[in-house]
Each structure stands twice: as structure tokens, then as C-alpha cells.
């Protein structure tokens, strides 16, 4: 087998809040106030293969996002490494590092609050492939147009200011941004949630667009599963921090598996079931706090089991393809 563009393995990401002068002077007294762990991704891996188009969906606080950020070098994991083109990004030399940092971007969910309102459009699109020197200044110019050619974007605005954009164009800003620096695989975290549905259509097809034009990767971060099914070859189902279900879009629209998956797709409105009765997922995600033992899902899941609430399940080939991590498809 080839060696995948991007391997996420066994990775965790933990953000801790500290006790602040009071709750240490507190915790002293003998007050049971400790650290605070938000525990935001938990034993994560994932292989996504050149080309490829990689949906991850779940509820919102399931931490996709944080998952994003990690991949694309804002955070740093807590723990596990990341590989990208079968070498670990930890222990990359300086100049391999650069060179990776550069070919992971990441398309934020909000283009207002992720573009600076004090720089102009050229220097947004144009500041990082000059300063990486794929550029000149004296070339920044034309190099610019080009980008926002691609995008679909008059080059005539690039001396314009954030603020002065519909929603839509600052989304394709944020994309120029990413596309400037010649990257190979893009994070979309949430990218079209913020647009009107009109503009998110147009906006999915400059992503696939893009994807075979550049011959890009993506890991394409959403909660919606109409978006999902239309550009995505493989979904990932994610929950509470871990994988609980990861097959082709088709099988997994399909035939779920994951008691988890079928409740999201249950949820998803569809024209040829209009007077079929809504029931949500009985009571809200755990906080990442406090995650429960064994599976996360198992306060939630209609088929929970002793063994669930003390053994984290293992994932269990259902199909070609197609892994769940449940324990009803394990022996008894």
C-alpha cells in the first residue's frame, strides 16, 4: 500500500486550566477545587491517502475543530504523533518541518473573524508566500491576481478591506489565503456553515473544483450530513473525542453501524420521509471534563450494555471498508 499523505495516530489533545492564587490558597484549606482538563480529543488515528476527500462529522463540542487545529500545527498534541508523507512531524528537521507547515493549511469556519480587518486583501493573500518566498515583493502584485482568479474573485479588490465583502467573498478570501502558499492538503473546518445555503453550494463546488485542479486533500470538518454526502469519499463519524465509525460515504449512508451514526442520520432531514416522527439522541454530549468510562456514547445509546460503562470498545470490520467501534458487533 502507498504511504498516506496525512497519519493522525493515537492522538490526544487536553487543554488545562489552572488554579488561579484564590483556588490554590483554597485547595490549601483543604477545598476539593482542583485543575480543570478539558479532555478535547482522546486516542485519535486516521490515515487519509493522497486525493482523497475525508468527511468528519459529529455534534458540535465532539472536537473536531480541536482535531483540525492539531493537524494543521496550531495546537500541538498532547499526546501521539503525526505523520505527513510517512515521516513524523516531531522529529522532521527544521527546513522538512517548514516545508510541511506550509503544505497543511487550515479554511476557519467564521471569514470575518479568522481575515484582519486592518490589512488589505492583497497583503492577507500576499504576505505569507512572499515572506516563504514564493514571491517577490515587486511580483506580490501579480501573484495575487492569479489567486484570486482561482477563487473566483475580481483581482480589481484586492485594495479593499475585509469588511467591505459579502460573507461568501471573505470565505473565498480565507481559501486565497490557504491556496497562496501552494499547500497539498487543506483543513475545512466548518467552511461553509456561515454562508447563506445559495452561497454554500457555490462555495462546495470551487472546493472540488480546487481539489481537481490542484490535486488537493481534504479533511473536510462538518455537522452537516446533506454537505458531507456530496463531497466527501469517506466519513468519519466522531464522538466525545474518538472515532466511533469511519467508512465510503456510500456504505456509510447506507448501512450504519454505530448506534451513534444511525441517531445522526435519523436526525437528518430528508424529502422522501416528511411525516415521519422527530426524535433526537435522548440527553446532550458529556462534558469533555468529566468524559464517562468505557464507551463515551453508552449514557446516550438505546442498546448500552454493562460491559459498556467500563470497556472501550474496539473497532470491528463490518464491511468492506467500513469499522465501527461498538460492542454489540463483539462477541458476548
Given at each position: 500500500m502507498s504511504t498516506p499523505l496525512l497519519e493522525v495516530r493515537n492522538v490526544s489533545k487536553r487543554f488545562v486550566k489552572r488554579l488561579d492564587l484564590a483556588g490554590k490558597i483554597a485547595a490549601r484549606l483543604g477545598s476539593d477545587i482542583a485543575d480543570e482538563t478539558v479532555h478535547a480529543v482522546d486516542g485519535f488515528s486516521l490515515s487519509v491517502t493522497k486525493g482523497e476527500v475525508v468527511g468528519l462529522v459529529g455534534e458540535s463540542g465532539c472536537g473536531k475543530s480541536t482535531l483540525g487545529r492539531v493537524v494543521a500545527g496550531i495546537h500541538p498534541a498532547t499526546e501521539g504523533q503525526i505523520f505527513f508523507e510517512g515521516e513524523d512531524v516531531a522529529t522532521m528537521s527544521a527546513a522538512s518541518r517548514r516545508e510541511a507547515t506550509l503544505a497543511i493549511q487550515m479554511i476557519f469556519q467564521d471569514p470575518f473573524a479568522s481575515l484582519n480587518p486592518r490589512m488589505l486583501v492583497e497583503n492577507i493573500i500576499g504576505e505569507a508566500p512572499r515572506y516563504h518566498g514564493m514571491t517577490t515583493s515587486a511580483g506580490m502584485s501579480d501573484y495575487v491576481d492569479e489567486v484570486m482568479t482561482k477563487v473566483g474573485l475580481d483581482p480589481s479588490l484586492k485594495k479593499r478591506y475585509p469588511h467591505q465583502f459579502s460573507g461568501g467573498q471573505r470565505q473565498r478570501i480565507g481559501i486565497a489565503r490557504a491556496l497562496a502558499v501552494k499547500p497539498k492538503f487543506l483543513v475545512c473546518d466548518e467552511a461553509i456553515a456561515a454562508l447563506d445555503v445559495s452561497i454554500q453550494a457555490q462555495v462546495i463546488n470551487l472546493f472540488m473544483d480546487l481539489r481537481e485542479e490542484f490535486d488537493l486533500t481534504y479533511l473536510f470538518i462538518s455537522h452537516d450530513l446533506s454537505v458531507v454526502e456530496h463531497i466527501a469519499d469517506r466519513v468519519v463519524i466522531m464522538y466525545l473525542g474518538r472515532i466511533v465509525e469511519n467508512a465510503a460515504t456510500e456504505e456509510i449512508f447506507a448501512r450504519p453501524n454505530h448506534p451513534y451514526t444511525q441517531a445522526l442520520l435519523a436526525e437528518a432531514p430528508r424529502l422522501d420521509q416528511r411525516k415521519r416522527d422527530f426524535a433526537p439522541i435522548k440527553g446532550e454530549i458529556p462534558s469533555p471534563l468529566h468524559p464517562p468510562g468505557g464507551c463515551h456514547?453508552?449514557?446516550?445509546?438505546?442498546?448500552?450494555?454493562?460491559?459498556?460503562?467500563?470497556?472501550?470498545?474496539?473497532?470491528?470490520?463490518?464491511?468492506?471498508?467500513?469499522?465501527?467501534?461498538?460492542?454489540l458487533n463483539e462477541p458476548a
Open positions: 456514547f453508552h449514557p446516550r445509546c438505546p442498546h448500552a450494555m454493562p460491559r459498556c460503562a467500563v470497556d472501550i470498545p474496539r473497532f470491528s470490520t463490518v464491511g468492506a471498508g467500513h469499522e465501527s467501534a461498538c460492542h
